[in-house]
DNA sequence: CTGAAAGCGCTAACAA
DNA sequence: TTGTTAGCGCTTTCAG
């Protein structure tokens, strides 16, 4: 990191509060109330705006208040009150998802989920955390009293492990792929059969040998790979696995490595996010190796950028925005007790011009 | 949100702790003091692995609070020690820039905070503002009491009122762009620089009437201008501004406008950002122009899709990973006390096929 | 309508 | 080495 160190400006002394007195440090309710002559427990009342305060009273605290900048200190009040107004947001790296934090789908999600819960109210504390360093990640966010509840970006390979935290704990909704009888809350897309909707576009359009880019065990990736060789295998075609990870750096390479050793046995690939799409589609041009004509491709997810790509991407749409609402809901609605249901989203094709 | 409800599968009771016994609630250090019969000080010590306890009570303890699940109340413990442990990040949406916690950059740069704040052994709490709907955005979130010190992504419109909170308050730095004499300790890239060298790569290539694609508003985006502006003048060229926006939605839009309308008037254009240069490289294309023989392009920030556009974009490069390192470095020093300088960071010329 | 008092769950002197 | 005690700053009964 080689930057330039600037000094800063000259700091001004504060400006002397009123007059020249020795500046009042308000910064406890109590100070208030000393200041403004009656007791901590109406001062607490009046910012509250609660009922039951003389409104003369209540206008002359809160003018104090802002007069000096104070605010409620919010640990000890979240404290007092049990609540803490704080939904925890995890994402874990599991498998091979090493700093995949950056994942333009998951941080897609995460800027919808912060906009939700700001809107309720809700403030967001994220943690990135490595299952495999520290076992118990799940359990030591919900015990640590920090968070009111618990959302879940991505399985990962922790499937048995959520479902453990979700026994005893209600407050919690997670991100991923359905599986028949599973115990804890999960919104998503419905991947096999986003699976499905790939195959039969690729084989529609005359392909009979697929590809599959992307890394079986994440278990929304095994689900969308399911789905499109149980179509192949009912037309006719085939689905073969050629291992991608997702982590930035290995994925562009693992591409290139694919296309060019076996490039030729395939007519066609279903990528299994719109990242390794565009990575292929790269790969692909350069090798001379036109799309659609020779090679069909298909991605997951549409992201912006599947629109930007020339020949523009043809993919598997996830609602990113539907699917953050629906958490949040999901989420405050199990926080008030209700037992929800999970939710799985349906997935959409977009044709656009790589198959 | 058409989706499919999903029942939840059968919630098994929880095994019963030991034989038969009803099932004892262990939740606060108090509780763990009586199991173990000792105090909730001596508790308190042993979790902390604190010093001066014996060697076996403390293994005692610490296996009585692994079986039982046990963990420390963080609202409590941090409010006793008057520290948090929680490092404020906060993303001002200004000026035009709604929904654009999205950005891709922001995004990259809060993913890589998130890492470093992870590796410090903090946690990170997130918070998007409209500062037009909240005035009181940051002096709200620096005195709520809940965070330690405060990374602000973006100064957006909102320079003065960051600097006025930088009175009286250390432990903040802000990502953004940095004025001569600022009070507020920033790190951020040369902008002014990296129009610079955008400008003479163009000039260099033979342009001499520039567009300039982006919002001024912005005082990042104003820097780039200025710095390519500066270079124009000296050199016998022109810079244009065409406002350009960034939500998601309007930029696409306003940059096929720009395009259609004065796509003949300029033989370069210079976009704010790779994601505006990604917008326009589509339309010069769709349009049958040429890059770069027509129009050269140029990006900046050299966002990962930089290198996977066709033909590859030309961009200046910022150096997310060190500026988010240095942004916590600075914030650790500062929350120690020291009163640190701003850090500028030297952008770079990445050379590719569209200039 | 307001004050006094009792904690929320934990930590850190200060004693023992 | 451990127990006791006094709060962190706030909210909320319960009296008045």
Request: some cysteine; charged content about 25%; proline content about 4%.
């Amino acid at each position: 990191m080689l930057g330039t160190a600037v000094a800063p400006g000259l700091r001004p002394d504060m400006a002397a509060d009123e007059e020249n007195a020795p500046a009042a440090p308000v910064r406890t309710i109590t100070d208030l109330a000393r200041l403004a002559g009656v007791s901590a427990g109406t001062v607490s009342r009046a910012l509250a705006g609660n009922s039951l305060v003389n409104d003369q009273t209540r206008e002359r605290i809160q003018a104090l208040a802002r007069e000096h900048g104070f605010r409620l200190n919010q640990m000890a009040s979240r404290l007092r009150r049990q609540k803490t107004g704080v939904i925890g947001v995890v994402i874990p790296l599991g498998h091979d998802r090493r700093q995949q934090i950056s994942d333009t789908f998951f941080m897609t999600l995460l800027g919808f989920l912060a906009d939700e819960l700001t809107e309720k109210g809700y403030d967001l504390m994220l943690r990135r955390v490595i299952p495999d360093r520290d076992k118990d990640w799940l359990d030591r966010f919900i015990g640590s009293g920090m968070v009111d509840g618990v959302l879940v970006i991505g399985q990962s390979d922790q499937f048995e492990r959520i479902e453990e935290a979700a026994d005893g704990y209600l407050p919690m909704v997670v991100w991923g792929n359905h599986q028949e009888g599973q115990r804890h809350c999960v919104v998503g897309t419905d991947n096999r059969l986003g699976g499905k909707l790939a195959a039969e576009r690729l084989i529609a359009g005359g392909a009979r040998r697929i590809a599959f880019l992307g890394d079986t065990a994440a278990i929304e990736f095994a689900a969308r790979h399911a789905g499109a060789a149980e179509v192949a295998a009912r037309l006719g075609a085939t689905v073969e696995v050629l291992p991608t990870h997702l982590a930035p750096d290995s994925s562009a390479a693992e591409v290139a490595d694919h296309v060019a050793v076996r490039g030729q046995d395939f007519d066609a690939i279903f990528a299994a996010s719109d990242a390794i799409a565009v990575y292929a589609l790269r790969e692909l041009g350069k090798r001379g190796i036109r799309v659609p004509d020779q090679v069909r491709l298909i991605g997951f997810d549409d992201l912006p950028i599947a629109a930007q790509t020339v020949p523009a991407l043809t993919t598997i749409r996830q609602d990113i925005l539907g699917g953050a609402k629906a958490m949040v809901d999901l989420l405050l609605r199990r926080l008030a007790g209700e037992e929800t249901e999970s939710l799985v989203l349906p997935p959409r094709l977009i044709l656009r011009d790589t198959a």
